[in-house]
């Protein structure tokens, strides 16, 4: 588990394909991995990783064929840079919100402009993913935990102000930017309370009729 507070901008120093799947070298900056052992839990963009080297500068991780074709992780290249964030402790502040590093799919950059000292993000979700999404509920886009200031349909609006563009990759952004997305873990089980034993049938969804059955309209 992890907080969506971004620890340090990291950079890809090496990607090795393997029999479709990848073993990539992150050099992790300022991170302190002073505490962080093998196996340990390093959110790469918002991607829950295991470290299977620690060679000093960073830290190697294997990447599936699965993540790599559902996050945006397959779009990396040696130089990009990316969010770092060290699973939480039971010390740890929790500061964003509870994020699990299981990405839900990839969004894109629309828009972006300038508002007073802060800028203004408008990013689409897959559709699929719009019913998780609440004005003035969480997100995380690429690791970072954010809030939503308005939703229209399967478009949302962020405002980052200056401190999270510097320590984060959101100054990077432009109009077609692919970011990973995750929605807040307590909507997507609620969804399934919701449904209760209609959970296990293959094809259920919340509907606005089991909504009224329900007495929740």
Do not use: W
Request: aromatic share 4%; proline share 2%; with cysteine.
């Amino acid at each position: 588990m992890f907080t969506g507070i971004i620890q340090a901008v990291g950079q890809i120093a090496g990607i090795e394909r393997r029999s479709g799947d990848g073993r990539f070298h992150i050099k992790t900056g300022k991170l302190d991995l002073a505490d962080v052992k093998l196996g340990d839990s390093i959110a790469v963009n918002g991607v829950c990783l295991t470290a299977v080297e620690l060679p000093g500068d960073g830290f190697y991780a294997d990447v599936s064929r699965e993540t790599l074709s559902l996050t945006t992780l397959g779009d990396l290249k040696p130089q990009s840079r990316v969010n770092l964030e060290k699973a939480l402790t039971l010390a740890t502040r929790l500061g964003g919100h509870l994020v699990s590093g299981h990405v839900d799919g990839a969004g894109e950059v629309i828009s972006r402009h300038d508002d007073a000292r802060s800028e203004r993000f408008t990013i689409e979700a897959p559709v699929s993913l719009a019913r998780y999404i609440a004005h003035k509920g969480s997100i995380t886009v690429d690791g970072t935990s954010l809030t939503v200031n308005g939703v229209e349909g399967n478009r949302f609006h962020l405002n980052i102000v200056p401190h999270t563009l510097q320590e984060t990759i959101m100054d990077s952004y432009a109009p077609g930017s692919r970011v990973n997305l995750e929605v807040d873990l307590i909507a997507r089980y609620l969804e399934r309370l919701i449904l209760g034993d209609k959970a296990a049938e293959a094809g259920k969804e919340v509907t606005e009729e089991l909504l009224a059955r329900a007495g929740f309209v």
